[in-house]
């Protein structure tokens, strides 16, 4: 962890044993674990120099993390003043300013010697050369493990002039062994400059403020046209001469009219050997430089981070993203083409910081990291790490490390430093420090052991004949398909030396003399010994073809390998990985043999036919219709897994299959979503073998058709797991549909029966409509059954009607159209016969229905009613005859009618009248008078009667008591009594 409220912007880590000859760049650095330290920048801390706020630090970290971290004592003196003046009485003025000077913005450790840099010092020369407040920077170095702080601060000359160095900020960015300046004299062209250690010390005098090092190198002052090139601004070592001598890389972000440059300065002369330009404006080409070898050529590569570089997104607008350029060098020969890697997170400043790690896989190839200080959600930070390889960097990051904390009011900038390349634990990976200056923080992600493991899969033999039953596993006694024996697989010991860094675990069944292997201890650097025997494979052969069905598809074995959890992870306790580069699933295939020549390619030919017993279908039949195909397969080779696919109209349901009679053979078919409107499938064989001929039928009924449509289609195909020629040709069986009219027609009389009297009921001629005789009514009902027609659509009403009411000579009936009643004339003779009248009815009034608007519905009915009055003819009945006219051409035959489609036959009806004559009888009929009289006589008779009876005492009988006076006398005695 960081210092409170001190935020982290460089990092570095240090051997506290000397050495004397310098490690290249990008390896690691070879002290034991106990003599690693962390650095940690903080430019913003407080420390203890007098008249000095926010001088910055640089912590010291013990490694592995148990105390707190310390300040490094580079600098105890405060402001230092001048008296330009001599003798002056005045105060002494302040001659160099530390108050905000960011020291431990830029930190490097090398062995046992740190330098650490602040390049917003600033320093005032004597008045009588300006005495301006300049920024020129300046740096301390430790060397001998703390034994020995020295200064160095190259730009604080006494050149303030046009040609001098008062904007330089030496220490902007530093490398062992140079130091990189931003800035310079003039116009901030920037600068880089070079000296040794020892050059440094020997050119250190604590009492002055100018000081010249002998031997420094420092590239030239450029013309005016480069002011504000910021040279210097990212600096690295590296070899590009093909020389002894390192030589240097500086970033020039805004050089080359701010496309930016990165230059590479020969390490003897400080002298340009080739300058590599940025492709875009403004893409801070060159913030970040690093040098390492990531293709394992022995030769080092450069990397440039542009982190404001727009990308183009897929609409056509841009997106900043950031980008890092990898350049391969090829040995004399200028580098290659850049090779682009481009961040993923916009204004994620992807490319900010670039740091090679060092082999972290222990693949042969150094790997770099890549910071995106502002990418993620929250602007948290992003760090990539890129593995190496033959071909340069990896396109894809191997890992993404993200910013551990919550969400806060401003960035946490993780990723804005990197260092890598150092084993801090000494297990043999380099570890990584990733600083985060937002949250205050430094991490530390540790190198964890990598597996290699390697493994092979093959199947023997690569093909299966069926026919074949008594097959045996390799080393074994089991029949294949019979259960496989234990397998073992216990931990082998440490000293066991099947088991190493490598090895993949082994299982192997319990098979004389095969020694079990099992990699239950990895030694990090432990002798390489053979590999596991084969594993003989116990794969399960069929007893029965019926078993499977799929018999082109091949059939997969797949091996993984995986670490085992179990085992405990060697020191210092990080638990090892496998290799990204191992493949951990491996596949092998088999095919079964098939009768389709040498090339084991079945290429069928499948050929379907198919038609109904019927072409059409009528509205509201529920009869069976059956489809009817004959498939074929008249192909090389058999067709696997061959299917007949049908695929019904709406509203059509599969009823069953035909029996098997002639030809036709036994089918298995199933509806293939379970419902009644899905597709049915029948199964044709695996294989239909070459030659098959298949007949077969299906019945369908449709109960509920729609007349929105005239036809119904139904569609057949033959489709099986071939992969040449697979299905058939779509073989479709179209139907007509139509609607066919049931016409019921039913008559009755009213009354049954007339008694006709045999004089007649009237004068004739007769004079009033009463004199025609009792009126008979006939009733005719016209209707639709149920199920006859569509309910979407009603049939058309018969068009005439023809009732028949005979009128032979000398009398008849009469029957007036049903719009009214008239008074017929002597002599009347039938009504002409309107247009349309049925034949048959020569002597017939026809009369016309009129139906309800748009025809007749389903069981619906219509009624006509012939009212009649007799004029006594002679006869003994009276019959009429009903017949519909003939319908639409459009109405057809109900089901089971001729399929050509005749008009359809409508019903007649028939309704008779008995007549019956009245004989007259014998006698008249008795006057009123008489029955008046009679009454009258029974009247007074009766009055005589009672009259006499009055006379007799009749009515003066005595009650049940007597008289009243005896009804009193009893009164007491009942009174006593009670």
Same mark, same amino acid.
């Given at each position: @962890? ?40 903080? !430019? ?59 020291? /431990? ?24 050369? /300006? ?64 000296? %040794? ?21 420092? %590239? ?6 480069? &002011? ?64 390492? +070898? ?6 080092? +590569? ?35 083409? !850049? ?71 401003? *960035? ?10 150092? &084993? ?10 990733? /600083? ?59 000293? &066991? ?18 020694? @079990? ?59 090892? =990985? ?70 019904? *109209? ?51 009924? =449709? ?51 007339? %008694? ?18 009792? @009126? ?31 009128? @032979? ?8 159209? !049903? ?160």
């Amino acid at each position: @962890p960081g210092c409170p409220g001190v935020p982290g912007v460089s990092l570095s880590l240090t051997c506290r044993s000397p050495r004397s000859a310098p490690l290249p760049p990008g390896s690691p650095a070879p002290c034991s674990p106990p003599s690693v330290s962390i650095l940690v920048g903080a !430019p913003k801390a407080n420390t203890s120099q007098p008249n000095v706020t926010q001088g910055g630090a640089v912590f010291h970290c013990p490694w592995p993390p148990g105390g707190d971290c310390t300040p490094i004592d580079f600098d105890h003196i405060g402001t230092r003043t001048h008296d330009f003046g001599g003798n002056s009485s005045d105060a002494p003025e302040p001659v160099e300013f530390k108050s905000l000077q960011w020291f /431990g913005a830029t930190v490097r450790a090398h062995n046992g010697s740190i330098l650490a840099c602040a390049p917003l010092y600033s320093w005032s020369p004597p008045k009588e050369e /300006g005495g301006a407040r300049e920024p020129v920077g300046s740096c301390f170095l430790s060397i001998g493990n703390f034994s020995k702080f020295v200064e160095y601060a190259p730009c604080r000359s006494d050149l303030n002039s046009a040609a001098g160095q008062g904007y330089c900020q030496g220490g902007f960015s530093a490398e062992f062994t140079q130091v990189g300046a931003r800035g310079g004299s003039g116009g901030a062209q920037g600068q880089v400059m070079s000296a %040794t250690q020892e050059q440094i010390a020997a050119g250190n005098f604590p009492e002055y403020l100018i000081q010249e090092v002998p031997g420094q190198l420092q %590239t030239r002052q450029a013309a005016p046209s480069h &002011d504000d090139s910021y040279m210097g601004y990212s600096v690295a070592v590296g070899e590009f001469s093909g020389d002894t001598t390192q030589d240097f890389v500086a970033g020039v972000p805004k050089g080359n009219l701010t496309y930016g440059y990165v230059t590479i300065l020969n390490g003897t002369n400080m002298r340009s050997l080739y300058n590599f330009s940025g492709e875009q404006m403004a893409s801070y080409f060159g913030y970040a430089v690093a040098a390492t +070898d990531v293709n394992n050529d022995g030769l080092t +590569d450069l990397l440039v981070g542009a982190p404001l570089f727009m990308a183009r997104s897929g609409a056509g607008g841009a997106r900043e993203l950031g980008r890092v350029y990898l350049y391969l060098q090829r040995g004399g020969a200028p580098p290659a083409p !850049p090779a682009p890697l481009t961040g993923t997170h916009e204004f994620g400043r992807f490319g900010s910081a670039i740091a090679p790690l060092g082999d972290l896989d222990r693949d042969g190839f150094n790997d770099v990291a890549v910071g995106a200080p502002l990418g993620a959600e929250g602007r948290r930070g992003l760090v990539f790490i890129f593995r190496g390889g033959g071909a340069g960097l990896r396109p894809r990051p191997a890992q993404v490390l993200r910013g551990l904390g919550g969400p806060r009011a401003q *960035p946490d900038f993780f990723g804005a430093a990197l260092r890598g390349a150092t &084993d801090l634990d000494g297990n043999g990976y380099p570890d990584l420090l990733v /600083g985060a200056f937002g949250a205050d923080a430094a991490l530390v992600y540790r190198g964890r052991p990598i597996v290699h493991a390697s493994a092979t899969l093959a199947i023997v033999p690569t093909m299966f004949n069926p026919e074949e039953r008594g097959c045996r596993s390799l080393g074994s006694q089991n029949t294949l398909g019979a259960p496989p024996g234990p397998l073992l697989s216990p931990p082998c010991h440490s000293g &066991d030396p099947r088991c190493h860094l490598g090895d993949p675990p082994c299982h192997l069944p319990a098979t004389p003399g095969t020694p @079990p292997c099992h990699s239950g201890h990895l030694v990090p650097h432990g002798p390489v010994s053979p590999r596991c025997p084969p594993v003989p494979a116990l794969s399960p052969c069929p007893q029965n073809e019926s078993e499977f069905r799929d018999k082109l598809s091949p059939i997969p074995v797949s091996l993984s390998l995986a670490l085992d959890p179990a085992v405990s992870p060697p020191p210092p306790g990080l638990a090892p =990985l496998l290799s990204p580069a191992t493949r951990t699933r491996l596949e092998a295939k088999a095919h079964i043999q098939l009768d389709c020549g040498e090339d084991n390619v079945c290429v069928p030919d499948l050929q379907l036919e198919a038609t109904a017993d019927r072409r059409a279908v009528f509205l509201g039949d529920r009869n069976s219709l059956n489809v009817t195909f004959h498939a074929r397969n008249v192909g090389e080779g058999g067709a696997y897994e061959a299917e007949l696919h049908v695929r019904p *109209p709406p509203g059509a349901l599969y009823s069953g299959v035909l029996r098997p009679h002639g030809n036709f053979s036994a089918l298995s078919c199933e509806l293939g979503g379970g419902n009644a409107s899905s597709s049915l499938v029948c199964d044709l064989g695996n294989p239909m073998k070459a030659g098959a001929s298949i007949r077969g039928g299906l019945r369908f009924t =449709l109960p509920q058709l729609s007349d929105s449509s005239g036809s119904v289609r139904f569609e057949l195909q033959i489709r099986s797991k071939n992969a040449n020629n697979s299905q058939s040709a779509v073989v479709p069986v179209a139907l007509a549909v139509r609607a066919a009219t049931r016409v019921s027609v039913l008559g009755v009389s009213r009354p049954d029966v007339v %008694t006709i009297p045999e004089g007649g009921w009237g004068p004739d001629p007769p004079q009033r409509l009463q004199d025609l005789g009792p @009126p008979v009514e006939h009733v005719y009902e016209v209707g639709t059954p149920p199920g006859s027609l569509s309910p979407a659509r009603g049939s058309p009403c018969p068009q005439t009607w023809g009732p028949h009411v005979p009128n @032979p000579a000398g009398g008849g009936a009469h029957a007036p159209p !049903p719009a009214g009643p008239r008074v017929p004339k002597a002599g009347m003779s039938p009504h002409p016969r309107p247009q349309g009248c049925p034949p048959g009815c020569p002597e017939a009034e026809c009369f016309r229905l009129s139906c309800p608007s748009g025809g007749l519905e389903r069981q619906q009915r219509v009624s006509l009613r012939l009212t009649f009055r007799l004029r006594t003819p002679p006869l003994r009945q009276v019959r009429t005859q009903n017949t519909p006219g003939t319908p639409p051409a459009t109405l057809k035959t109900p089901p089971g009618g001729d399929p050509a489609g005749d008009p359809a036959v409508c019903p007649r009806a028939q309704v008779v009248t008995a007549l019956s004559w009245a004989r007259p009888e014998a006698g008249g009929g008795v006057p009123v008078w008489v029955v008046v009289l009679a009454v009258l006589l029974g009247l007074l008779l009766l009055g005589l009667l009672c009259y006499g009876l009055y006379k007799l005492g009749f009515f003066k009988r005595s009650g049940p008591y007597g008289t009243a006076m005896e009804k009193a006398q009893l009164k007491p005695q009942a009174a006593s009594e009670a």
